[in-house]
Nanobody, 128 residues
Framework: QVQLVESGGGLVQAGGSVRLSCAAS????????MGWFRKAPGKEREFVAA????????YYAESVKGRVSISRDNAKNTATLQMNSLKLEDTAVYYC?????????????????????WGQGTQVTVSS
């Protein structure tokens, strides 16, 4: 059974940092893209960041660019999202996602439907 388990969320003050981790089990994703998405109350799930299978290419939503860094450790089958300079609007449930195919990441990194596996989400709440 494939599982993606996120951790590291919580309550953070605006301007602070949080590090989200995603641990995959049940299969290896070292050959496939992984990503992070988020869903705020009343909003659609939106793309945050994605990383190629090798880690050599990364993509970010404009709203987080410069504040967020995605990385992966293929040996450990994990992905990490480091978020700095947090804003109130970063409050959301954050989801880790993984694909089982090598789709064109440059073109479709933001597409929810390109990812086959999803974690249960971890809440990040930014307070003023």
């Amino acid at each position: 059974q494939v599982q993606l388990v996120e951790s590291g969320g919580g309550l953070v003050q605006a301007g602070g940092s949080v590090r989200l981790s995603c641990a995959a089990s049940g299969r290896t994703f070292s050959s496939y893209p992984m990503g992070w998405f988020r869903k705020a109350p009343g909003k659609e799930r939106e793309f945050v960041a994605a990383i190629s299978w090798s880690g050599g290419s990364t993509y970010y939503a404009e709203s987080v660019k410069g504040r967020v860094s995605i990385s992966r450790d293929n040996a450990k089958n994990t992905a990490t999202l480091q978020m700095n300079s947090l804003k109130l609007e970063d409050t959301a449930v954050y989801y880790c996602a993984a694909s089982s195919t090598r789709f064109p990441l440059s073109s479709y990194h933001y597409a929810v439907g390109r990812y086959d596996y999803w974690g249960q989400g971890t809440q990040v709440t930014v307070s003023s």
